[in-house]
């Protein structure tokens, strides 16, 4: 259907509520001629594997459509900013080395303004609270070098998610610059943790990957571990594991009712749980006496598959991104060490064999790399390699990193750090190269991330 302004209506949920009522695409302005803004060659950023230069990038705040929208013009700016400059392939230009104000963003800017400063690419949006209340949002990207358009868009949302949008055109600027999918619009799950070490509340919570917007699952009364998202995009689901009064135990939790399920009634401890890629099934370890096998069950069916039956403790599975194998943590060498097999079981073959031990493997969404935790010397280290084994690159290194979860595109790694002593662990980012890490703004202590999918 579309609304009253021709637009064609493509909802995006969030919680099942609509986030856009609308979108559509911006003229391309040269020369005053208006025409389709995707008809333009792009210009790329390389994503590099080692130091490099990042982009140029100036974004003025978005334009008031009205006198009262300047407020949310600035935060929608801001935020876009933000999300360019922590992915590290971008460098946003001071405000205060602006030439030009951008009060127009139907008339091109005058680009040798933007040459001046050494902009490369150029923001230019505007903010407009609509009659009916909707917040109609429009920006468009500049070739600062060339003059052309390289995208532009409109969307119509409710005021309440103007973060969430300023999301979205983060993601459309970093494919347009790069030829990649971007991973602004995401989510991160984690652990948060409150309290003193001997008296720790751990309570599962949600945001949005930049830190913000945060909401917590559960109160805390039990231990919550390893929450894992599902990669289904139908469905806000996450899987986790639980310590109540019994044996640990792994539940399912959906997001938009807050309900949840527990996953099979095994005898023993089940823990390590994670969704296959269609998010029909759940993988998980079943400890049965002093060992450890791999377990999967299909949601629909609730029927169960024995993969792994060894002596040695299997644990911690990742499906590869198509769903055929996976990879996993294991100690039948004698040391924990990450194996590959077929996802309906049979030969696992191990691909880890640097010095120290291995553990909490997960394989990117873009299944060129599987990330793990080291340990070694004194150190636990946050690494990738091939799903053969080789090409292993240590990404980041101190004491105490575990548990990576890779973003959406698989560029990002999320991992946390536990600096021992009083202090609690908290989240950081690294990009595949091992450029760039960042800290993640968290109310409290916080650990075990998974990142959602894309939502949009």
Known sequence: MTDKDGLYDMPLRLSRRQVISGMASLGVLTGGTARSAFGQAPKRVIIPEGDFAPLPIAIPNFVAGTPGDGEVGVSVAQVITNNLKRCGLFAPIDPAAFIEKINDIDKAPQFQNWKTINAQALVTGRMTLQADRRLKAEFRLWDV???????????????EY?????HIISDQIYERLTGEKGYFDSRVVFVDETGSKERRVKRLALMDQDGFNVRYLTKGADLVLTPRFSPARDEQLITYMEFGQGDPRVYLYRIETGEREIVGNFPGMSFSPRFSPDGQRVIMSLQQGGNSNLFVMDLRSKSTTRLTDTPAIDTSPSYAPDGARICFESDRGGKPQIYVMPATGGSAQRISFGEGSYS?????????????????????????????????????SGFHNEGPTFAPNGRVLMFFRDPGGNAGPSLFTVDISGRNEQRVPTPGFASDPAWSPLLS
């Open 162 to 166: 103007s973060r969430r949008i300023a």
């Open 145 to 159: 070098n060339t003059g052309q358009q390289l995208a532009g868009q409109q969307y119509f949302t409710s005021p």
């Open 360 to 396: 909490t493997p997960v394989w990117s969404p873009r299944g060129d790399y599987i990330a793990f935790t080291k340990q070694g010397s004194g150190q636990f280290s946050i690494g990738i390699m091939k799903p053969d084994g080789s090409g292993e690159r240590i990404l980041t």
